[in-house]
C-alpha cells in the first residue's frame, strides 16, 4: 500500500491489467459443465457451413479465380470467412448474451466495482475471456482446414493471431453495443444484423459484382475487413489490404472497449 | 476516516442527498439511521467511491474518491443493501474470487475464505451454491465478502434488514468483534435497537438531510424523556383521548393505534392516567429509544 502510493503512475497500468485479469479469473471459475455444450455447438455451426455450402454447393459452382489470378476451390475460398465469422460469433455471443445478463439480471458488475476494478477493466477482462472461447474456436476450425487440405499449417499458424485479432473487434464491438440494450428483445435485432453480415461480407460471393455504393457498405463492414485479413493469409500473399483490415480491426477493437468502459461508468456508478 | 461537507448527491433534478456534513473517526462505528428514502443508500454508495458526490467535498482515509477511487476501494469493506453475490459460484468460490478482485494471492484468499466462512457460521456451507442459501445466509455470505481484503472501514447497508432475530444477533456479535479489533464501521438502519446497541454515534437522516447528531444517548437525552408511557384505547380514533390526557405528559404523540405519553415517571403518569378514569385497553411503560427520537424529530414512526 505505501509503495502504491509512492509509485501511483508507475504501478497504475500493471495493476489495472492485474484487475483486469483476476475479472477473466471469475470467469474460469465459474465455467461448469454444462458450458461445454455451448462451447461445442459455435464449433460445429461454421463447419456444417463449410461442408454444406463450401463443398456442397461447392461441386455447382466450380473453383473461383481470384482478382489476383490464384484459382482456388469453392471450398477453400469459403472456408477463412466461416473462419473468421466463428470468430465473430463466438467473440459476441459472449460479449453480448452473456454480459448483458451478468450485467442487467445477475447485478454481477455491481459487486465487482465496489473492490479495486474499474468499469474500464471489468470491460478488458470479460473481453479477454470472450477472445479465450472465440480462440478455441478458431484454432478448432483452423485444425479441419488443414485437414481438409484448405490451406496448409504455416498458413494456418499465421491464421490464427488474425483470427483472435477479429474477435478482439468483434467482442470490443459487441460490448459497446450491449451497453445500450435496453431489453433481451434488442437483440433479436442484433442477431438479424449479424446473420446479415455473415451473408453478405464477402463471405460465400466476392463482392466484385455487387453495384458499387453496395460495394462501399460492404467493404466498410467489420466482417468483411475480417474475411479480407483471413483470405489473404490463407489463400494468398498478404499485402496492403490485409494491413489495412489489421489497422481497421485495431481500431474497431479500442473504440468497442473505450465506448464500453464509458458507458459501464456511466451505468454502474449512478 | 471520512469527512464529508456539504456532500449533494442528485438523480437528475431529484435531490437524494442534500447539503450533509459528516465526520467518522478511526475505530468508531457511526450509524446512518433514516426512513425509506432517506438518502441513506445513495451516502454509502458515495463513500463507497461507487458513485460520484453532485456536490460538495468528500474525503475518505485521507483521500479523493474522484482521483484515488480503485486506492481507497482498496481497503474498503461494503455489504450493499441489495446482496449481489455471484449466482454462478459457490459460497467459497464467491470469497476467493472476490478477493483476486483486491489482488490477494490464491493461497492467501483461500485461507481467508475458511477463516472467514467460520466466523459467519457458513463453514458448512462451504461448497454450497449461492440460489438455495437462505436469505440469511446470503448476507451473512455477503458480509464475509467484504471482509475478504481486511478493510479498515467495513460500509454496512441494512446489515440485518430481513434476518430473523437469531441471526440478528450473530451479526451484531460479528460486527461488534470487528469493532474491538479497531475495525471503522459504517451502518445504515431503521432498527432503532441495532443503533443504540452498534453505534457510537449516529446521525438521523430524513428527506436527504441530517435532522440530529450525537450519540445514542445523547440523542434520547435530548430529543425525549427519561420514560415513555404507551396507551392503547378501544376506539375508532385516539384522537378523542388526546385532549383529556393534557397535564399528564411533558409531550403527546398521537398515533394511529396508540398514544405516547412522554414523561419522567412512567408509572407516575399512568396512575394519572387511571385516577382521570381513562381505561386504555392496554398500557406499557417502557424505556425511551430512539424510536422516539425519531418520532420527535419527523413526526413519523420509522418502520412503515
Ligand atoms: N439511481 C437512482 N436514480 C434515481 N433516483 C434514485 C436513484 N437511487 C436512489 N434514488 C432516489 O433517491 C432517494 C434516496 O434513496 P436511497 O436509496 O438513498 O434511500 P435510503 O435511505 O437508502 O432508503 P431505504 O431505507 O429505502 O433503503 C429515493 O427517493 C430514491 O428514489
Ligand atoms: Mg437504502
Redesign the pocket.
Known sequence: MVTALALPRLLRLPAAGRRAVSVTERNVVALKSSYWVVLISGFFEPVLYLLSIGVGVGKLVGDLTLPGGVVVTYAAFVAPAMLASSAMTGALAETTFNFFGKMKYLKLYEGFIATPVRPFELALGELAWAMVRGSVYSAAFLVVMVAMDLTTAPRALLAFPAAVLVGFAFGGLGMALSTFMRSWQDFDLMGSAQFALFLFSGTFVPPDGYPVAIRWLVEASPLYQAVVLIRGITLGSPGWSQVGATVYLLAATVLGLVVAGRRMTKLLC? | MIVARGLVKR?GS?T?VDGIDVEVRPGEAFGFL??????????MRMIGCVSPPSGGTLRILGMDPRREGPAIRARLGVCP?LDNLDQELTVRENLTTYARFFGISRAVARARALELLEFVQLGERADSKVEPLSGGMKRRLTIARALVNEPDLVLLD?PTTGLDPQARHLVWERLFRLKQQGVTLVL?T?YMDEAEQLCDRLVV?DGGRIAAEGSPRALIERYSTREVVELRFQAESQEEYAGKLTGVAERIEVLPDRILLYVTDGDGALAEVHRRALAPASSLVRRSSLEDVFLHLTGRTLVD
Open positions: 449512478k | 438523480f431529484f437524494a433514516g426512513p425509506n428514502g432517506a438518502g441513506k443508500s445513495s451516502t443493501q441494512e445504515t431503521h437522516m
